[in-house]
């Protein structure tokens, strides 16, 4: 593939440099290659040949659109017609689409194609992609360590080769699985994308989310899914804002020298960056968060096998759960007579009067400080070893329990439905460190500007 990435893939295919067969081959062999990594569930690898092979002889009106002749590699709680959808739990094994989901119907419409399904976490409840119905998926990096999640399989499969991946983010399931792989990840603004054809946790908070290597990528792949052909515009002089205390203490050693690291490179570079106080953060996703996802995730499921396997309900559902993680948390605050299940009047007080707290934070350090992003580590640590995945972490020389950790950067931004992006930060050996972009509501365009210009600026 160009070294370009998924842009200059593009521009290689637009000008002939490459064939989508060629591209295509090499994709599928990489993925024989990275086998242990897990990456895939289903490739679809003789309709993606085909699809390449049209795509090769396709009129010069047809070359012209935004994705001609790419694959792309799709999570499996995404829709794709006539491949499994499978959200890694053996009660929906058996159940494959006969539609594609919106967000798929448009990578086609833009000449993409889809080159399988990529595993994730069982029913995307989790950050490690290490349990689900299928084996654990292994970094990219180093195959000892967990890919994150829950998109793991889709970080995976664009590390190891794929030039784009959809995944679905709650709490962090793109941005987390990108930073631990050394790819970048997109959180578009909640309801920015289609939803409908996805398997849901969260109506109030999932949404896909594309990614791929760079930001420009992301860019093109944001305008396709959104249906919007304003271009993005590199920020001459981005504003950004470090929020000190809860995004960035504790952090692991290694990952607060990358992250200060950045931040010194950025000011040399002539970026105003600046340290801005967050008080209201301690406790949002377990005071806010998880409250709304346990309530929505029980309802959202139901009215999920209602429409597409009426013969499914969801206690069946439940009961064939195959990770025990996913089980317990089902077990103890997800069932209705479960002894954690959400009240709707602390449902609703989450929903509204927490969100609203949240966002009344965000809204404050962004116009009092004038801001074009906040920046801090996406993770607080680098990926941990697939056979540690469900202990505690050490964090700053200390355990600390695995879920809140990983997420405790990323959640508070996508329950109030902020853009947010993550980009590699330069490799220093090991394990790769991502750097978060959050902006304001709406603001993606902006977002991904702002990206394009750190993503250049940190080489």
Known sequence: MDSNGLTGLVAALRAGGTTSVAVTERILEGAREHAD????????????????????????????????????????NIHVAGLPNTAGTPALAEFVPATD??????????????????????????????????????????????????????AVAVACGAPAALGTDTGGSVRIPAALNGVCGLRPSTGRYPGDGVTPLSTSRDTVGPM????????????????????????????????????????????????????????????????????????????????????EARHALTAYLAEHLPGLSFAELAARIAATDVRALFESAVLADSPGAVAPADYQA??????????????????????????????????????QAGGPVELDGRPAPEFPTFIRNTGPGSITGLPGLTVPLPATGGLPVGLALDGWLGEDRALLGVGLTVQRLLG
Do not use: W
């Open 37 to 76: 990594r897990c990456a895939y569930v289903a490739l679809d690898a003789e309709r993606a040949r085909q699809a390449a092979r049209q795509a090769d002889t396709a009129s010069a009106a047809e070359r012209e659109r935004p994705l001609h002749g790419v694959p792309v590699a799709v999570k499996d």
């Open 101 to 154: 989901a919106t967000v798929v119907r448009r990578l086609r419409a833009a000449g993409a194609f889809v080159l399988g399904k990529t595993a994730m976490h069982e029913l995307a409840f989790g950050i490690t992609s290490a349990f689900s119905a299928h084996p654990p998926v292994r970094n990219a990096v180093d195959a000892r360590y967990v890919a994150g999640g829950s998109s793991g399989g889709s």
């Open 212 to 295: 791929a290597g760079s930001v420009a990528d992301l860019a093109l792949l944001d305008g396709v899914l959104a249906a919007e052909d304003r271009p993005v515009v590199p920020a001459k002089r981005p504003r950004l804002g470090v929020p000190r205390d809860y995004f960035t203490e504790p952090l692991a050693p290694e990952t607060a020298a990358a992250f200060a690291s950045a931040l010194d490179r950025l000011r040399e570079q002539g970026v105003t960056v600046l340290d801005v106080p967050a008080p209201g953060f301690d406790g949002a996703e377990a005071e806010v968060g998880l409250p709304i996802v346990n309530h």
């Open 350 to 387: 989450a929903l509204t009067q927490g969100r609203d707290r949240l966002r009344a934070a965000y809204r404050e350090l962004f116009h009092a400080h004038q801001l074009d992003a906040l920046i801090f580590p996406t993770t607080p640590c680098r990926a941990v070893p697939v056979e």
